[in-house]
């Protein structure tokens, strides 16, 4: 994975950088220009790839980054936004040549609003600091990624996270109702607010999920529900994979929209049980753990109609949760599914592509041969209400040339899901990983359209450069509307 | 004027050509129910995407359906009835408010334009369920975003860019998109004798109630008395909340609400059918279809603003009639012909920055005198432009429907 060459010209006046970056940020630590500091900041989620950054900035006001933007433009100095780093996809890999600006300090929630039910928040808050923050009032946050504890809401907004329960609530970006951004220009900017769909483009829609390419978050307001009367969870085990696809196809068939819906593979099933003993039955080779909230009235009503499904498909074991308790203990299990893995290899990687949930048996079928061709151990964990596996590939990178062997799997992967009709990434983002493999889904010239975007709100190309895109073109190129055959324009731009 | 009527996505680039290759400006077009929505257009040649009808792809476990843009959103509804399916989101029919016939409109047209009903505050609008999306951009190009599945974060969500864009971005060919379950039942508790704060509280408790409540509008006396729907037309001003899903779960939910709000108003329930009609009379605002008023607008706001904000334009504009959906946070107001420009200053200008206001319908006139569109600030606006500039750098498409273009 190569990233763009560092500017030794903007290497070379590091020193000048730092003292005017010193200058801005009031606070003596905000800015962080010595190795040991530094390192803090080398990588992020995708702890495989790590790289110092120049410098790194941790400013505390809306005017200090306006001011360290327009300072990094005019400079030609490229910028990295982070916020708990917790990106699996690379997303916040700072650069050799670039600052790194931490909006850690912007940690604020400034308004809970019950009548409109919405929160504003500053983007360094905590996804699951939302939540408890209104949970005493009886509302929540609805998306919950994994990582909900440690991960912000800025980046959930760069990365349009998801979770478990986007089947029936949907992603970031169906729950967030305004953004306020700083431009690369310096300039505040808010798009949406307290009201619904805000005039003119849907801007906010495209600054979600754009990993850090288009504007520095500053505040965002989603929206809060209230939290659910009743919740519950059934454990379905099937003696194949096939009929737990088949299972979770019929119940959606039959109208019922769970609010999360899970599977696990055999690999998965046992390291998640030998690490927390979820109670998961070991003698099955699928695992469901479909939730349904809601008035208990309805949750009832739809578990019998589950229970009966799942028979139907062949179920061998049924488990529904008797108790909160319970119910928390059969999701400790699959939560704790990553670490779990974890134990039993010591790496691994995870993947995050969707595929159109009838495929599953071929995809799994095919990533078998593919796990005996490269001699590498998979373990799936699946969204399966939505179509978004994680296979984790096991490996060790102190044996030479594992880490490569499980990267070409990975991308062998990836582009497997897009051969059946799916997707690179879910929820995970491009960022670096999967930067290189964005031809496998789009055309040169829908990859083109796609930075003619980001020509709008950054035409220097200064945010987050190397990550998303595979080749970097310049904005003056794209606009070009006809390229003379034979001569290669702009022969230097980078390819990665 | 030239009418290209395709009947097939082939056709598109070469039209695109002809547009480029001599400054031709293009209208977009399906079947011309919205053709009164947006600024007044100045163009060459209509290109009519009717002819090109049909589903491409519908699986109903995955919840996924592609069609052709031109294919009618009743259609649409209509096969995913077969299946006891319905679009993710509620598409409303502004058909009879424009002055053209109801299921006229497709589904090119309803995703451009990202209209919503009702249903709008719970179950999302039309670009939280739009997929992806096959076309061409005004450069000529073929252009494919998004993809079938539900979850998909590969690249940007240029699908939520298309959605609302009116034409001006790309000619979308198909689209693909999310649809879910039809619920097995629909009722609505109605509560009376409501006065305009009262409603604002009513339905902010019914919202943050756990009984899932997936519309909710205040209708003034007059308006309630137009619905045609008897339990309605006692002359008195209502509060109505829409439930849905499982029988079990319904009757539940809608006898906690009515003892939740029986303390307030007289309360009453309709069944499927009255339901029915009351939202589509909502969502499609009938109750202003008919009107004498030329000037409709469509007010999103916070909902808690919706009373304050009621009552100041009330008091400026006599004769304004008005009605309160999405939960307040939609305000639907008929302002009286000899208003000056329909009352834009005080439409806007009371809002305070918190929400947006569009005309949507008004005589060509004054859609060409008034922005039509909640003009936007300087930095969105040329973000805005410069996003077209990178679509469609000559204009070609729908020039001008949403704004005047603007430098950059």
Sequence with gaps: MKMPLPDQAVLEKRDMLVRRLKEIVQNPDGVIDQEAGLRAFEC???????????????????????????????????????????????????????????????????????DNRCAVVEPGVTNLAITDAVKADGFYYAPDPSSQIACTIGGNIAE?????????????????????????????????????????????????????????????????????????????????????????????????????MEMMDYYAIHAAEEFCHAGYPLDVEALLIVELDGPEIEIEHNNNAIEKIAKECGATVIKLSQSEEERLTFWAGRKAAFPAIGRISPDYMCMDGTIPRSQLPKVLARMGELSEHYGLRVANVFHAGDGNLHPLILFDANIPGDLEKCEQFGADILRLCVEVGGVLTGEHGVGVEKRDLMNEMFSEDDLKQQQRLKCAFDPDGRLNPGKVFPILHRCAELGKMHVHNGALPFPDIPRF | MENFNITSEDQVPDILQWALSDSKRLAIAGNNSKAALGRPMDVDATLNLSGLSGIEMYEPAELVMKAKAGTTVAFV????????????????????????????????????????????????????????????TGRGHAFQTGSRVMKNVTGYDLCKLIAGSYGTLAVCTSLTFKVLPKPEKVRTVLVFDITLEASATIMRDAMSSVHEVSAAAYMPASIAAKTGIDYLDGGRAVVALKIEGPAASVEYRCAALLKAFEGQGRVEELHGHRSQTLWTFLSDVRAFSENQSPNIWKISIPPSNAPAYVKAISAAIPGLEYFLDWAGGLVWASVPEGIENAGVTIIRQNLNGNGHGTLIRAPEKLRTEISPFQPQNPVIAGISERIREGYDPQRILNPERMYPTVET
Excluded at chain 1, 68 to 89: H, M, Q, W, Y
Excluded at chain 1, 165 to 174: A, E, R, S, V
Excluded at chain 1, 224 to 252: H, M, N, R, T
């Design chain 2, 77 to 136: 509804e209509q096969e995913l009835a077969a299946s006891n399916q319905q679009l993710a989101f509620m598409p409303p029919d502004y058909g009879p408010l424009l002055g053209k016939a109801s299921g006229l409109g497709t589904l090119g047209g309803i995703f451009t334009t990202n209209l919503s009903g009702s249903r709008r505050i719970k179950a999302g609008a039309a670009r939280d369920h739009l997929l992806g999306v096959n076309g061409f």
């Design chain 1, 160 to 260: 349009n996270s998801g979770g478990v329960h986007c089947l029936k609530y949907g992603l970031t970006t169906n729950n967030v109702l305004g953004v306020e951004m700083i431009t690369m220009d310096g300039d505040i900017v808010q798009f949406g607010g307290k009201h619904l769909d805000a005039e003119g483009y849907d801007i906010m829609g495209v600054i979600t999920g754009s990993e850090g390419l288009l504007g520095v978050i500053t505040e965002v307001t989603v929206r809060l529900l209230k939290s659910p009367q009743y919740i519950s969870a059934q454990l379905i085990g099937f003696p194949s994979s096939e009929q737990a696809g088949d299972c979770v196809g019929k119940i959606i068939g039959a109208g019922i929209i769970p609010a999360g």
């Design chain 1, 44 to 114: 992020d989620g995708l702890s495989a790839y790590r790289q110092l950054p120049m410098v790194a900035v941790l400013p505390e006001t809306k005017q200090e980054i306006c001011e360290i933007l327009k300072f990094c433009k005019a400079e030609g100095v490229n910028v990295v936004p982070r916020g708990a780093g917790t990106s699996l996809s690379g997303g916040a890999l700072p650069l050799a040549d670039g600052v790194l600006l931490g909006l850690a300090k912007f940690s604020k929630i400034i308004d809970v609003d019950y």
